[in-house]
């Protein structure tokens, strides 16, 4: 667990990581987004876009598996991308289900 953690911070950008150490002591659950830098991914602007009417109740941070040393993300995702994990736990691929979001949201408070 503790290695995936330091290969979250490791592939972050300096804003995000910063981001997220300042709300390590905060309640907003954190939504990771596997996507990819160097390649289109139309599924992946689309969660995004999506994602950003729950900028206030979560912290969503990318995770590009094309990165150097992302290479254990790519094995596991190049054809699944997006995918999202809730709080470091797997949550869903592809598409975002805002069910299933907002029901993990619920479940937080």
Request: some cysteine; charged content about 25%.
């Amino acid at each position: 667990m503790v290695y995936r953690q330091t290969l979250k911070l490791l592939s972050l950008s300096a804003p995000a990581h910063q981001r997220l150490l300042c709300n390590e002591g905060q309640s907003l659950p954190v939504l990771t987004l596997f996507t990819k830098q160097n390649e289109l991914c139309s599924l992946c602007e689309v969660a995004k876009e999506l994602l950003q009417k729950y900028k206030h109740q979560l912290i969503v941070e990318e995770v590009y598996i094309d990165a150097p040393g992302n290479e254990e993300w790519r094995d596991l995702y190049q054809y699944h991308i997006p995918v999202l994990h809730f709080n470091g736990e797997y949550l869903m691929k592809h598409r975002v289900n805002e069910k299933l979001l907002a029901k993990k949201l619920l479940e937080q408070t």
